[in-house]
């Protein structure tokens, strides 16, 4: 059993509307981590621990769309409903947002590449990120990545990560890749406020 602490933040990847079932581009299974998703918010809500929710804010040519040349059909782009979180999902009032891949030539998976968060978690004393959210196999590897490459202690959250798999078997694998990094898998039950 985990305990919380100082020091301690939550971070999620790209709860939005685009990356759910139905959405421009829908991550199966992703709207059943929504749930899981916010009992985890409340829980560092509860603890009075610093939550950071990422999302994709692309101008709307944004190199990765596939109308230039990139892997993805155009999806979040800034300010449409695709890029919101779904009408029910509840953003703890204190959670920091972190908007990423803003730049139209530059692609981000990462919540660190570009973007304040290291700046935040640093000036807030965090060391140990708990991170979830949308895909398994883009955002929350990249940005595990960097958190391990930053030095933080990560907790993946394995009930709270769905993966695009645009390759069967890419998940697990970036599951794995993030345990090899020194990534902690652990569920919502192994956590002890």
């Known amino acids: 059993m985990e305990r919380l602490q100082p020091g301690d933040a939550l971070l999620i990847a790209d709860i939005q509307n685009d990356f759910l079932p139905g959405g421009a581009l829908g991550v199966e299974g992703g709207d059943e981590i929504v749930p899981i998703v916010e009992r985890y918010l409340a829980l560092f809500e509860r603890q009075g621990l610093p939550t950071f929710l990422t999302r994709d804010w692309h101008p709307p040519d944004h190199c990765s769309f596939r109308d230039r040349g990139g892997p993805w059909p155009v999806h979040c782009v800034a300010g449409t409903a695709g890029a919101l979180p779904p009408a029910p999902f509840r953003t703890p009032p204190a959670a920091v947002l972190i908007y990423k891949a803003i730049d139209r030539s530059s692609e981000a998976y990462s919540a660190f590449q570009d973007t304040p968060l290291h700046r935040h978690l640093q000036a807030l ?30 907790f993946l959250l394995t009930d709270a990560i769905r993966a695009v798999n645009v390759r069967p078997g890419d998940g697990p694998q970036a599951e794995a890749e993030m345990v090899r990094l020194g990534a902690m898998p652990m569920c919502l039950e192994d956590l002890a406020a």
Do not use: E, P, Q
Request: hydrophobic share 45%.
């Open 125 to 154: 004393g965090i060391r140990r990120v708990f991170v979830g959210g949308l895909a398994t196999d883009y955002c929350v590897l990249n940005s595990v990545k960097d958190a391990r490459a930053l030095g933080y202690d990560v």
